[in-house]
């Protein structure tokens, strides 16, 4: 698995929280970003000779519980 979390945010933090800290180089407190939340990864299938043999993308929408989902209709 590779990163996990909001992509609405930066390294799993709300997005204009950690732009002010680069920014400032000052440090701040961060708060962990909720929405738009994603698994992410990859699966290699490597051969005996270490080689990569096929490359499969994983992305996975986590829905919160309680959640409507990404397929609900009003």
Known sequence: VG???SRSGI???KRE???E???T???IRFETATEDIWVMGAVIDISD???AR???QVLYEVTPP???GPDARP
């Open 66 to 68: 309680g959640s409507p």
């Open 11 to 13: 390294i799993g933090v």
């Open 25 to 27: 180089q000052m440090p």
């Open 17 to 19: 929280q950690a732009l």
């Open 54 to 56: 096929s490359i499969t």
């Open 21 to 23: 800290a680069f920014r």
């Open 49 to 51: 000779d270490g080689l």
């Open 3 to 5: 990163m996990t979390g």
